[in-house]
C-alpha cells in the first residue's frame, strides 16, 4: 500500500487530527527546556493551515499513568504553539468526549485545537485496558496525519 503525505490530501475545510510529538523536557517551573520537537512539527501544521484545514492536535507529555496530572498538562505546549504560530490556540480539557467532539466540529478553516494529553486516559499506552479509546479519538478529525517523527 501507498503511503500518502499530506499533499496527498485534500484538506480545506476538512479536520485533519495530528499525532505529533509534543513529548518535550520541562523545567522545574513547568517551562519548556527543549522546544525542538515542537519546532519540528511546524511545517506540517502550517501547511494544513495555509491550505484551509481545521487542524487539532495530539500529543502525549511525560508518564501520568493514565491519570489526570496537572504536571503533565500540555498547557505549556499550548503557550508555545501560539508564540510560534502567531495565532490562537486553544486547549480541550480532555482529548475524547462530546465536550472535545464539539469543539472540533466548531473549528473554522485555519483554526487550532490542542487535545489534553492522550496519556490522561489508560488507552494510550494499554489498550486493552480502554478498548474503545481510539474509536472515540477517530470522531475528532476527518483526516488523520501521523507527524509524530520522535515516535
Same mark, same amino acid.
Given at each position: 500500500?501507498?503511503?500518502? =503525505? ?9 479536520? #485533519? ?6 513529548? #518535550?523536557?520541562?523545567? $522545574? ?8 520537537? !515542537? ?6 501544521? +502550517? ?16 508518564? $501520568? ?7 503533565? =498538562?500540555?498547557?505549556? !505546549? ?7 504560530? +502567531? ?13 472535545? +467532539? =464539539? ?23 494499554? $489498550? ?24
Amino acid at each position: 500500500m501507498k503511503k500518502l =503525505s499530506l499533499k496527498d490530501l485534500d484538506i480545506k475545510n476538512h479536520r #485533519v487530527l495530528m499525532r505529533v510529538d509534543f513529548n #518535550v523536557p520541562l523545567n $522545574p517551573d513547568n517551562t519548556i527546556a527543549d522546544d525542538t520537537r !515542537i519546532l519540528e512539527t511546524l511545517p506540517s501544521i +502550517q501547511y494544513v493551515l495555509k491550505n484551509g484545514g481545521k487542524l487539532i492536535l495530539m500529543s502525549h507529555l511525560g508518564r $501520568p499513568n493514565g491519570e489526570k496530572k496537572p504536571e503533565f =498538562s500540555l498547557a505549556p !505546549i499550548r503557550k508555545r504553539l501560539e508564540e510560534l504560530l +502567531q495565532t490562537k490556540v486553544e486547549l480541550t480539557s480532555d482529548c475524547i468526549g462530546l465536550g472535545v +467532539q =464539539s469543539a472540533t466540529k466548531a473549528l473554522m478553516p485555519g483554526e487550532v485545537l490542542l487535545l489534553e494529553n492522550l496519556r490522561f486516559h489508560k488507552g494510550e499506552e494499554n $489498550p486493552e485496558e480502554e478498548p474503545d479509546f481510539t474509536q472515540e479519538l477517530a470522531k475528532n478529525g476527518d483526516l488523520f496525519v501521523n507527524d509524530a517523527f520522535g515516535a
